[in-house]
Nanobody
Framework: VQLQASGGGLVQTGGSLRLSCAAS??????MAWYRQAPGKQRDLVALITTGGGTHYADSVKGRFTIARNNAENTIYLQMNSLTSEDTAVYYC??????????????WGQGTLVTVSS
């Protein structure tokens, strides 16, 4: 099982970025994006199920959109109206339970998003 995240980079406040995460080796009922800012814990940003159900952290609602291509086993995170608060390493994760994702899920290597003012 392998998750490969990409798309991070440096963007100015108010800008946009699109992250991608391609999974191989298994089909996961839940795929998600987490992020970890320096000195902070890793938090859930958004998740999506195979059926297309989604959930977002309050801090990104209305700005971020998670999407999934089941045929390619890939998820995307479209991030708009970025602020410095969004600066973090973004990780994709996949598994069968969001409650157990941190302990039993599969994780990608992380991609850094830096928002400059």
């Amino acid at each position: 099982v392998q998750l490969q995240a990409s798309g991070g980079g440096l963007v100015q406040t108010g800008g946009s970025l699109r992250l991608s995460c391609a999974a191989s080796g298994a089909i996961f009922s839940i795929m998600a994006w987490y992020r970890q800012a320096p000195g902070k814990q890793r938090d859930l940003v958004a998740l999506i199920t195979t059926g297309g159900g989604t959930h977002y952290a309050d801090s990104v609602k209305g700005r971020f959109t998670i999407a999934r291509n089941n045929a390619e086993n890939t998820i995307y995170l479209q991030m708009n109206s970025l602020t410095s608060e969004d600066t973090a390493v973004y990780y994709c994760a996949a598994g069968s339970s969001i409650a157990l994702m941190r302990t039993t899920g599969s994780w990608g290597q992380g991609t850094l998003v830096t928002v400059s003012s």
